[in-house]
């Protein structure tokens, strides 16, 4: 194809960010996924309720992260002797013990990430499903889905698990209500994310800034 | 099928917009531009090497210093998985020796292994390479387990005077590991891997 077949101010005009492919590429219908014919690459989902599902994981993903962030996370007894911990508690005593590069790095990939994407999710979508654009509101999207790489809630979730075994043999371990809730938060937070299709998304603020 | 570099136009990596290549950002989401990503195999070569020499202190340093009753033992990642073996937890031992162990060696190996290959190949198993290029990409973060295990440990196990367990310098080692290889990853343009292709159909 020549260059001379591609309107370079077609809406639709994209590629594929794996192969490079070029080619037009709307919203799927809900339950479709569009990949790229060369390389396989999944450009996007279909949603249904494309704004509303992820506006309601992320509400429910704020709420879990506040219960978790005030409230003990686990609490172990040995020896007639009791210790419980909050997560914050947990980063601060790396910090004690001299750790203080991964009690930074810990409390950025597991608290404040995942949070700071939380609240961006709901912020950009009730701007989309009010139609009320703000200034910022596409450096916040873009700031979305670049962060979207660095959260590490399902990470951290595999960690507490790997550390309940490794502790069950010394001490009896108690699971706090912070647990339950960072766990929840961690499925909210995936639900949130998966339901947000870049190209939707995309289009929708495209939507925005022409009608306003 | 064409691609946009053919066409004259750059695909933004964020929004997928096709632009003209004169744009310095992307006519949609205002995202910084690049036909290709400058340097990029350069850049994965380094942070790939960069992971290499922090994976030495990660593995022979301790993650953990434990002092129970007195005693003080130091815990390098294999003697948590070969603790682990001895409990009967075989299950969690091989998800820290995949975690920990395998997944940043296979990393680092991929990377080179797509560096190499985008010099010296010749297009072919472009759709292989593409999908090593995504396991690596995608398996990136969950090498940080370890670290997150370390984490809790430090905070939950402290017994005045009879358990107490302290972070041992591994962890940031290891963390810089995750972090170097998973820079290295998004240094790479996968764009490269089939710029070759093109190129021995022609």
């Known amino acids: 194809m020549a260059e001379s077949d591609f309107d370079h101010s077609d809406a639709d005009l994209a590629g594929c960010p794996e192969c490079d492919l070029l080619l037009h590429l709307r919203p799927p219908p809900p339950g479709m996924t569009a990949r790229c014919p060369r390389c396989g690459c999944v450009l996007a989902n279909g949603i249904a309720d494309g704004f509303v599902r992820p506006l309601a994981f ?46 930074v790095l810990v409390m950025a990939f597991v608290l404040l990430i995942p949070s700071v994407l939380m609240a961006g999710v709901v912020t950009l979508m009730l701007t989309l499903l009010a139609r009320r654009p703000f200034t910022g509101l596409v450096p916040l999207a873009r700031g979305l889905f670049r962060l979207d790489a660095w959260s590490m809630a399902d990470v951290f979730a595999i960690g507490v698990i790997v550390s309940l075994v490794k502790i069950s043999s010394l001490a009896d371990v108690v699971l706090g209500t912070a647990f339950w809730a960072y766990l929840g938060f961690a499925v909210c937070f995936l639900a949130a994310i998966t339901s947000l299709d870049r190209v939707t998304v995309w289009r929708a603020i495209d939507a925005l800034r ?3 | 099928m064409t691609t946009a570099m053919r066409a004259g136009m750059a695909v933004c990596h964020i929004c997928l917009a096709g632009n003209t290549l004169q744009r310095r950002r992307c006519r949609r989401c205002h995202g910084v531009l690049h036909a290709r990503i400058p340097y990029s195999l350069q850049r ?9 020499i922090l994976y030495l202190p990660a593995n022979l340093l301790p993650i953990l210093t434990t002092h129970q009753f007195g005693r003080i033992m130091d815990n390098t990642i294999i003697g948590g ?46 759709h292989h390479r593409t999908i090593l290029y995504r396991i690596t990409d995608f398996v990136g973060k ?21 358990m107490t367990v302290r972070p041992g310098a591994a962890a940031l080692a290891f963390a810089g590991v995750v972090i170097t290889t998973m820079l290295a990853a998004e240094s790479f343009d996968p764009r490269l891997i089939w710029d070759q292709e093109g190129h021995s159909r022609e």
């Open chain 1, 58 to 103: 992320a509400c429910a993903a704020l709420i879990l992260m506040v219960i978790a962030l005030n409230f003990p996370f686990l609490a172990i007894n040995a020896v007639g002797q009791r210790n419980a911990m909050s997560l914050t508690e947990a980063i601060s005593s790396l910090w004690q013990f001299g750790a203080d590069g991964v009690a």
């Open chain 2, 142 to 162: 969950w090498s940080m387990v370890d670290v997150f295990v370390v984490a809790i440990l430090v905070g939950l196990i402290q017994i005045g005077g009879i």
């Open chain 2, 81 to 126: 998985v070969v603790n682990l073996l001895q409990q009967g937890s075989y299950p969690v031992a091989i998800v820290i020796l995949v975690a920990s162990v395998l997944i940043p060696l296979g990393k680092i190996a991929a990377l080179t292994l797509l560096c190499w290959a985008a010099v010296r190949g010749r297009g072919a198993m472009a």
């Open chain 2, 44 to 52: 994965t070569a380094a942070l790939s090497a960069a992971a290499a």
């Open chain 1, 210 to 212: 022409e009608s306003s």
